[in-house]
C-alpha cells in the first residue's frame, strides 16, 4: 500500500503571508501594503486562503486593496 505525502499548501501559504507582511512593517490601515510590495510571492494566488484570514480577522484590508496584520 502507497503512502502518498500532501503538503499542507494552505499553512503554506498562510505563514508566508503573515512573515512578509510583519517583515514591511505592515500593522495597520496607515502601514498596510499591497502583497506585491511586501514581497508575497505569487499575490494573485490563493485567494481563498487570504479571504479566510480576512474573515478570521488575522489580516485588515484597505478599501484600496492592501493589507495589514491585526
Same mark, same amino acid.
Given at each position: 500500500?502507497? %503512502?502518498f505525502?500532501? +503538503? +499542507?499548501? +494552505?499553512?503554506? $501559504?498562510?505563514?508566508?503571508?503573515?512573515? @512578509?507582511? $510583519?517583515? *514591511? =512593517?505592515?500593522?495597520?490601515? *496607515?502601514? *498596510? &501594503?499591497t502583497?506585491?510590495?511586501? !514581497?508575497?510571492? =505569487? +499575490?494573485?494566488?490563493?485567494?481563498? %486562503?487570504? &479571504?479566510?484570514?480576512?474573515?478570521? !480577522?488575522?489580516?485588515? @484590508?484597505?478599501?484600496? !486593496? $492592501?493589507y495589514?496584520? &491585526?
Amino acid at each position: 500500500m502507497a %503512502v502518498f505525502f500532501v +503538503p +499542507p499548501i +494552505p499553512l503554506i $501559504r498562510r505563514n508566508h503571508i503573515i512573515n @512578509k507582511l $510583519r517583515q *514591511a =512593517n505592515a500593522t495597520s490601515e *496607515a502601514t *498596510a &501594503k499591497t502583497f506585491a510590495e511586501a !514581497g508575497i510571492v =505569487n +499575490p494573485n494566488g490563493f485567494s481563498l %486562503v487570504t &479571504k479566510r484570514m480576512v474573515d478570521h !480577522g488575522i489580516l485588515g @484590508k484597505t478599501e484600496d !486593496g $492592501r493589507y495589514y496584520l &491585526k
